[in-house]
């Protein structure tokens, strides 16, 4: 019998939800280009509920406990002190997500002799040091697709909120203000801009397809060019670089994975080649991007606003300078954790489990890692190494 050690983020400061705003959540059936949403034999939970925090257990309980197996859930995830280190030790299984990283580093994969499968209940295993991983034999697999097109949402979300001079504008209503000169000095009409994405993987296109009737031209760059009828159909215009495509656009948008050959991909260097006032926006990995590079754009005036809901490390210390820079809209860690989505990657993590125990293959496309190098879908989208280096500065983060 396994044990399985489940890292989830921290239930609502006031406990779970008694009721929530809606009844029901729409129910979606598959994704755009076809894959099926999660096929596991069956549910143990209410979707549209808390399952990604810890006394949501992502609805596992019923399930492991009924075969046998030992379920251990914590939110203490930073330190040598942590309960997830001292559990590690004896796990067969780790699951954990990328918005409260339980990260898996090469020091900790050698604690944990037991570890063969670790599972991202979400999108992006880079919390995990992947080259690790595969030279201890460990399998990971994340819920591709679980939470693409709730990313792509808070992507557009967050490029009108900048454009548009949102937040600030929501501040003087709060303040009890009516300062309308205030609230569009720094207000612009998104039609007519460039807008560029940096990978058209399922969220890059997802938010190429919500961007298009906006009026705006739509550019993007990734490693392999989508088909000619999709280029044509939204319009688009590729580069064959990032470097290449930034200096044209007024808005760009991140959205590939991180792993070595994207870490710091966005320092003083190629800001610095970015039109006067272009908005970044940033929902890929905070790592993607020199935390003091988009300090001082944002300073200067290179950049006219930031967004994004990933920072490095997770969760962000207090002092983090992306906490009070100027004109930015960040949020934590959460546009892929909707409770839309959460049921989605609840139901794909338990899939996985599934074929774990059973011996089934786990889809191709949910495989990151395995037999040893980056598979199914890791091998289409990430390279190699690892990019956990630092990690351990989330132990600063104090609980408010
Ligand atoms: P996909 O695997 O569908 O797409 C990733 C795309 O990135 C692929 O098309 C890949 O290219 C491309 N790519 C890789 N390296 C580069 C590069 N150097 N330059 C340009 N393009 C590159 O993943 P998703 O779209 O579903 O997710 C993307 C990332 O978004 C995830 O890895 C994760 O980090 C992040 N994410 C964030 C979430 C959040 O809550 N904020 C939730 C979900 C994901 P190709 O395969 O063509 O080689």
Same mark, same amino acid.
């Given at each position: 019998?396994?044990?399985?050690?489940?890292?989830?983020?921290?239930?609502?400061?006031?406990?779970?939800?008694?009721?929530?705003?809606?009844?029901?959540?729409?129910?979606?059936?598959?994704?755009?280009?076809?894959?099926?949403?999660?096929?596991?034999?069956?549910?143990?939970?209410?979707?549209?509920?808390?399952?990604?925090?810890?006394?949501?257990?992502?609805?596992?309980?019923?399930?492991?406990?009924?075969?046998?197996?030992?379920?251990?859930?914590?939110?203490?995830?930073?330190?040598?002190?942590?309960?997830?280190?001292?559990?590690?030790?004896?796990?067969?299984?780790?699951?954990?997500?990328?918005?409260?990283?339980?990260?898996?580093?090469?020091?900790?994969?050698?604690?944990?002799?037991?570890?063969?499968?670790?599972?991202?209940?979400?999108?992006?295993?880079?919390?995990?040091?992947?080259?690790?991983?595969?030279?201890?034999?460990?399998?990971?697999?994340?819920?591709?697709?679980?939470?693409?097109?709730?990313?792509?949402?808070?992507?557009?979300?967050?490029?009108?909120?900048?454009?548009?001079?949102?937040?600030?504008?929501?501040?003087?209503?709060?303040?009890?203000?009516?300062?309308?000169?205030?609230?569009?000095?720094?207000?612009?009409?998104?039609?007519?801009?460039?807008?560029?994405?940096?990978?058209?993987?399922?969220?890059?296109?997802?938010?190429?397809?919500?961007?298009?009737?906006?009026?705006?031209?739509?550019?993007?760059?990734?490693?392999?060019?989508?088909?000619?009828?999709?280029?044509?159909?939204?319009?688009?215009?590729?580069?064959?670089?990032?470097?290449? $495509?930034?200096?044209?656009?007024?808005?760009?948008?991140?959205?590939?994975?991180?792993?070595?050959?994207?870490?710091?991909?966005?320092?003083?260097?190629?800001?610095?080649? $970015?039109?006067?006032?272009?908005?970044?926006?940033?929902?890929?990995?905070?790592?993607?991007?020199?935390?003091?590079?988009?300090?001082?754009?944002?300073?200067?005036?290179?950049?006219?606003?930031?967004?994004?809901?990933?920072?490095?490390?997770?969760?962000?210390?207090?002092?983090?300078?992306?906490?009070? $820079?100027?004109?930015?809209?960040?949020?934590?860690?959460?546009?892929?954790?909707?409770?839309?989505?959460?049921?989605?990657?609840?139901?794909?993590?338990?899939?996985?489990?599934?074929?774990?125990?059973?011996?089934?293959?786990?889809?191709?496309?949910?495989?990151?890692?395995?037999?040893?190098?980056?598979?199914?879908?890791?091998?289409?989208?990430?390279?190699?190494?690892?990019?956990?280096?630092?990690?351990?500065?989330?132990?600063?983060?104090?609980?408010?």
């Amino acid at each position: 019998m396994a044990k399985i050690l489940c890292v989830l983020y921290d239930d609502p400061v006031g406990g779970l939800p008694l009721e929530y705003p809606r009844d029901t959540i729409p129910v979606i059936g598959s994704y755009p280009g076809g894959q099926t949403t999660p096929t596991p034999s069956g549910i143990d939970f209410t979707p549209g509920h808390m399952l990604g925090s810890v006394s949501g257990e992502l609805g596992l309980r019923h399930f492991l406990e009924g075969a046998g197996h030992t379920l251990v859930v914590t939110s203490d995830k930073d330190g040598p002190d942590s309960r997830f280190e001292r559990e590690l030790i004896d796990a067969d299984v780790v699951i954990s997500q990328p918005f409260w990283p339980a990260y898996l580093t090469a020091e900790r994969i050698e604690k944990a002799p037991n570890l063969k499968l670790a599972v991202t209940a979400g999108i992006g295993s880079d919390h995990v040091d992947l080259q690790a991983a595969a030279a201890h034999g460990v399998t990971v697999a994340e819920v591709t697709y679980s939470n693409s097109i709730s990313v792509s949402e808070h992507v557009v979300m967050m490029i009108l909120a900048l454009v548009r001079n949102y937040i600030p504008s929501y501040g003087w209503v709060v303040r009890g203000g009516w300062n309308i000169a205030d609230c569009v000095d720094r207000s612009y009409d998104l039609e007519g801009m460039a807008v560029g994405t940096v990978a058209a993987g399922r969220i890059g296109t997802a938010v190429l397809r919500r961007l298009k009737p906006f009026g705006v031209e739509l550019h993007y760059t990734d490693r392999h060019r989508l088909p000619e009828d999709v280029e044509s159909e939204l319009g688009l215009t590729f580069h064959d670089s990032t470097e290449a $495509m930034v200096p044209v656009c007024d808005v760009v948008t991140i959205n590939a994975p991180l792993y070595p050959g994207t870490e710091g991909l966005f320092d003083d260097k190629l800001i610095g080649t $970015m039109k006067r006032g272009a908005y970044l926006v940033n929902t890929a990995r905070g790592k993607i991007c020199n935390t003091e590079a988009v300090v001082r754009a944002l300073e200067s005036g290179r950049l006219a606003g930031y967004a994004g809901d990933v920072w490095f490390p997770q969760p962000a210390p207090e002092d983090h300078p992306w906490r009070t $820079m100027p004109h930015h809209g960040m949020t934590p860690h959460i546009s892929g954790t909707s409770l839309s989505a959460q049921a989605r990657y609840a139901a794909g993590t338990r899939e996985i489990l599934e074929c774990f125990f059973e011996g089934r293959p786990i889809r191709d496309e949910y495989l990151i890692v395995d037999g040893g190098r980056l598979a199914g879908t890791g091998a289409h989208s990430y390279g190699e190494g690892n990019a956990t280096a630092g990690s351990e500065e989330a132990s600063r983060f104090k609980r408010g």
